[in-house]
């Protein structure tokens, strides 16, 4: 028999109304009560947090718990918000790299205890991919789609399809439908596991007009560009001086498809060094660059990181 861990950490899931709104109160194993499976399940609450709530150092502690207890389990369920939840996903990606083992985050839209809430068949999915023997790497699973973990995405802020792209697989009546076949190249050696993000990653979304204002600690800038990436003529001179002081410019798209390509247009061309995002959503990008500058030692050995994925 399967035996998978579930680790709570709050979200709408875990919420109950209080005076102020929903907030997360009930405790993993509250949330299993309504779940039966056939595997040996096991439950530890790590936090009960709104995901608005979760930061880099949350996802390294749950890496942390993983690794710790990786070689008792068959799979992990990770109950979370939705809110951060691609953020954490792709942050678990890059800390626990090549997993044999399936590491699933899943949520809901709806408390466990609303009518026809999304939450008892989004955990019981979640839980049936743990602990299928085809299932490994880290994924979310959400109303019966199986979503890689570096292409997850939030779409809708009150749809129970909150993630409704880059899907991979599906549950449908129990049965687990994951094209494994796919993700097969993720095996390039052993299980690694990370302890560390940076802090120092800043996020700019550009607007027409807009100047930089970036805090003084970043050591990464993703700018979130145009089309297929560039950097405008009114802001050259900005960035250059950026890139001469060490930060490390990573050009992304607000595009939903399609990616980057920064030998396109002659907007994409700079004097100074430019990394770009490829076809990484910017969640995956955050979590990738904020991985990379902590096991980086220069502009170099950071990109090979950074785009090495």
Not at 98 to 106: D, E, L, M
Not at 169 to 191: M, P, Q, S, Y
Request: proline share 3%.
């Amino acid at each position: 028999m399967r035996k998978i861990l579930v680790i709570g950490t709050g979200g709408t899931i875990s919420c109950a109304k209080s005076e102020n709104g929903l907030a997360p109160s009930l405790s993993v194993s509250e949330l299993l009560k309504r779940i039966d499976i056939p595997c040996e399940i096991h439950s530890d609450q790590l936090f009960n947090l709104d995901s608005t709530n979760m930061q880099p150092y949350h996802w390294e502690q749950l890496a942390r718990l993983i690794r710790e207890r990786y070689d008792e389990f068959d799979g992990f369920v990770i109950t979370h918000g939705t809110d951060t939840m691609a953020y954490a996903a792709a942050s678990l990606s890059c800390l626990i790299q090549n997993s044999r083992k399936p590491i699933v985050f899943t949520g809901s839209m709806k408390t466990m205890n609303a009518e026809d809430s999304d939450a008892p068949k989004n955990l019981r999915d979640a839980m049936l991919f743990a602990a299928d023997e085809s299932a490994f790497g880290v994924r979310l699973v959400f109303t019966g789609t199986i979503i890689d973990a570096k292409r997850a995405v939030k779409t809708w802020s009150n749809c129970e399809m909150a993630f409704d792209r880059n899907v991979c697989g599906f549950i449908h009546d129990n049965i687990v439908d994951f094209k494994a076949e796919l993700f097969k190249e993720e095996f390039r050696g052993e299980t690694r596991f990370y302890e560390r993000l940076s802090d120092d990653v800043f996020l700019a979304k550009l607007i027409p007009g807009q100047r930089l204002n970036i805090p003084e600690n970043a050591k990464a800038m993703i700018l979130e560009s145009y089309g297929t990436g560039g950097v405008p003529d009114y802001l050259l001179g900005e960035v250059a001086a950026l890139s001469r002081r060490g930060v490390y410019v990573i050009i992304a798209t607000q595009c939903a498809y399609g990616g980057t390509n920064l030998s396109e247009y002659a907007v994409g061309h700079a004097e100074f060094p430019l990394i770009e995002t490829g076809e990484m959503t910017s969640e995956y990008a955050v979590a990738r660059a904020r991985w990379a500058l902590e096991y980086s030692s220069d502009f170099e050995s950071f990109k090979r990181l950074f785009c090495d994925n």
